[in-house]
């Protein structure tokens, strides 16, 4: 197949790869042309590597070096039956780019876009056949995260979702349907891990040690809220909740912290910056957390609950399936378990209380249960 690629950032040099270790004939164009030379250095590095792990040999990497071509121009994409579009997070700009493409194209290529959080819809109204336009949203770094989220516009014809799902497949990746509402299903059913693991910290129930020892050593995730966070660098992080929390009109369940928004003013950006939650270096220990196990239980119960929420939320509003909310949190962020599946063992009854409890004592909205789960409560019924 002739894939483009528009932006050889992060993402666009991690789906090249993807495209061309599947055979795919793959052109990149980005209109820096010092981030295609860095893409190409970037992918020669990563693929000696992988061979001298013996992840591949040395005629697979070639083979994967001579599929990609780095362009100059957008006119080269001409010939192109799919194109991903991985440039900045703008929507004006991607816009922009969608008209252009658009007039090289032949009719019947699809235009995917790999935004995070802007409107497929909006972006797929800049073009003359909206019909063809499409959201698959890898995650980072794209040639490990096995999750792809497909998101049809309110234009996308049922073909083009059908043809752009069986293409991901077959470049070996799980694919789950979203609509398209915002941050989809993974960014935004995950935003309490972090959020609620900070007002946690904020109220001083706990401190970040002893959060981030109860998520793992209890709750089973593979890192803690704060070490993520650390991990993904605040500067990343904060505007991702702040998006969302815009994008859904203000509603408080997803209100950014000005705990977090401190760490980006102070450049205290995580690991990459020496400090974040955590100070980072040569022989700095990490605080001893507090193994109260009764504590310990509580913060998992509290973060897990209102993650439940979430997805219970996203199952409510048809954002997509059990099956897919299921499936996308545990291959795009690696959790222990689904969360529909973690409610029906916790049981709803006690999902329900747990929220109610919390609602009860802040009587702020952020605790609100879904509908969703107090209706699965009343039949006495589970999600599977
Ligand atoms: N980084 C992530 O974790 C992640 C995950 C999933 C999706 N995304 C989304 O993927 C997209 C790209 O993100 P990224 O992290 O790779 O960004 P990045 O900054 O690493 O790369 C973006 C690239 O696009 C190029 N570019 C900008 N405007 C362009 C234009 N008009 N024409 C051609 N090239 C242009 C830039 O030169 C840059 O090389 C964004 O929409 C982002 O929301 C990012």
């Not at 995650?139 to 069986?166: C, G, H, R, S, Y």
């Not at 859904?248 to 910056?273: H, M, N």
């Not at 996308?328 to 690696?334: D, H």
Request: with cysteine; hydrophobic share 40%; proline share 4%.
């Amino acid at each position: 197949m002739k894939v483009g690629i528009i932006g050889s950032g992060a993402m666009g040099s991690g789906i090249a790869q993807v495209a061309a270790q599947h055979g795919c004939q793959v052109k990149v164009f980005d209109n820096n042309s010092e981030a295609l030379k860095k893409a190409d250095a970037k992918l020669r590095k990563t693929l000696e590597k992988l061979e001298a792990k013996g992840k591949f040999s040395s005629e697979q990497c070639e083979s994967i070096l001579s599929n990609i071509q780095y362009v100059g121009s957008m006119v080269d994409m001409a010939d192109r039956e799919l194109i991903i579009e991985a440039i900045i997070e703008n929507l004006s700009i991607k816009k922009a780019v969608f008209k252009q493409l658009e007039d090289m194209v032949s009719d019947d290529c699809i235009l995917a876009t790999n935004t995070s959080s802007l409107s497929v819809t909006s972006i797929a109204a800049a073009c003359e056949i909206p019909g063809r336009v499409i959201g698959i949203h890898f995650f980072n770094p794209a040639p490990i995260m096995k999750l792809v989220e497909i998101i049809p516009a309110v234009q996308t014809d049922e073909a083009i979702t059908q043809q752009a799902k069986q293409i991901i497949d077959d470049w070996s990746k799980v694919t789950v349907l979203a609509k398209d509402t915002p941050a989809f299903i993974v960014n935004r059913v995950a935003r309490p891990f972090y959020g609620e693991a900070i007002r946690i910290l904020e109220e001083g129930i706990a401190d970040m040690a002893t959060i981030d020892w109860a998520m793992t050593e209890i709750g089973g995730f593979r890192m803690g809220p704060f070490t993520l966070m650390d991990f993904i660098g605040h500067d990343v992080n904060y505007p991702v909740t702040e998006t969302v929390f815009k994008a859904f009109y203000y509603d408080e369940r997803y209100k950014p912290s000005f705990t977090q928004k401190r760490l980006v003013e102070a450049g205290f950006l995580g690991r990459k910056s020496g400090r974040g939650f955590y100070q980072y270096g040569e022989g700095i220990q990490h605080p001893e957390p507090d193994t109260d196990k009764a504590l310990g239980k509580k913060i998992v119960e509290r973060i897990v609950s209102m993650l439940i929420n979430e997805a219970a939320d996203a199952l409510y509003l048809n954002v997509a399936t059990r099956e897919d909310i299921d499936l996308a949190m545990t291959k795009g962020v690696n959790y222990p378990k689904g969360l529909l599946k973690w409610a029906d063992e916790l049981g709803i009854d006690n999902c329900v209380h747990i929220l109610d409890e919390l609602f009860d004592e802040y009587h702020e909205p952020r605790y609100r249960c879904s509908p969703m789960l107090r209706k699965l409560s009343k039949k006495g019924k589970t999600f599977y």
